[in-house]
């Protein structure tokens, strides 16, 4: 059974700080991640997706892919109450569909 | 959401009952999913479609039919609804050329609700 795991949370933090997302996956094979972001009552979308080892920036957020050791995380720099959301990681499995990770939900106080 | 609605936006069944959850898309895409997703959980695959009468099943189908007549459209039946199947279903499509490795892109839900 191919798994994407997530710490659930909550995270906390405070506005302005660095918030830290991390998830794992068992499938060595995958090659591509998405994180995306799911408000309360709505539909995730899409915030970064990352193919290859290393970090990809956009704005506030980065990604970063180590393949060696199964891991991707997302970073979000200077939080803001607005990012206050469940962060869902997706793994693409062999070009079907994506495998999502439970969530990590994130709670920036202002 | 970008192209891809999904009818109703709420719905209350009573168990046995069936219903068709519908997702119409108008951007072309070949790939097409259905997901449903638990309190406090990520998203599960039901069942997905790579183009027009081609489907497959996904992590959890029973209780679940497809159907892909048409690029357009692909919708979800529930036959004999179970208190288990209470969940928020997704419909999603993949963008950017349908090319294996680009992201999903979901609608607006339907929250379900069976009692």
């Known amino acids: 059974q191919k798994e994407v795991e997530q710490n659930s949370g909550p995270l906390s933090v405070p506005e302005g700080a660095i918030a830290s997302l991390n998830c794992t996956y068992s499938?060595?094979?995958?090659?591509?991640f998405f994180w995306y972001r799911q408000y309360s009552g709505k539909s995730p979308e899409l915030i970064m997706f990352i193919y290859s080892n290393g970090d990809k920036e956009d704005g506030r957020f980065t990604a970063q892919l180590n393949k060696a050791s199964q891991y991707v995380s997302l970073l979000i720099r200077d939080s803001q109450p607005s990012d206050s959301a469940t962060y869902l990681c997706?793994?693409?499995?062999?070009?079907?569909?994506?495998?999502f990770g439970k969530g990590t939900t994130l709670s920036v106080s202002s | 959401n970008a192209g891809v609605t999904q009818t109703p936006k709420f719905r209350i069944l009573k168990i046995g009952q069936s219903m068709t959850l519908q997702c119409t898309q108008d951007m072309n895409h070949n790939y097409m999913y259905w997901y449903r997703q638990d309190p406090g959980m990520g998203l599960k695959l039901i069942y997905y479609s790579v183009g027009a009468g081609i489907t497959d099943k996904g992590e959890v189908p029973n209780g679940y039919n497809v159907s892909r007549s048409t690029t357009e459209d692909f919708p979800l039946r529930l036959e004999l609804a179970a208190p288990s199947q209470t969940s928020v279903y997704f419909c999603a499509v993949r963008i950017s050329g349908g090319a294996y490795n680009s992201p999903l892109h979901f609608g607006n839900g339907t929250r379900l609700t069976v009692t």
């Open positions: 997706a793994v693409n499995q062999a070009g079907t569909a994506l495998i």
């Open positions: 499938d060595r094979g995958s090659q591509s």
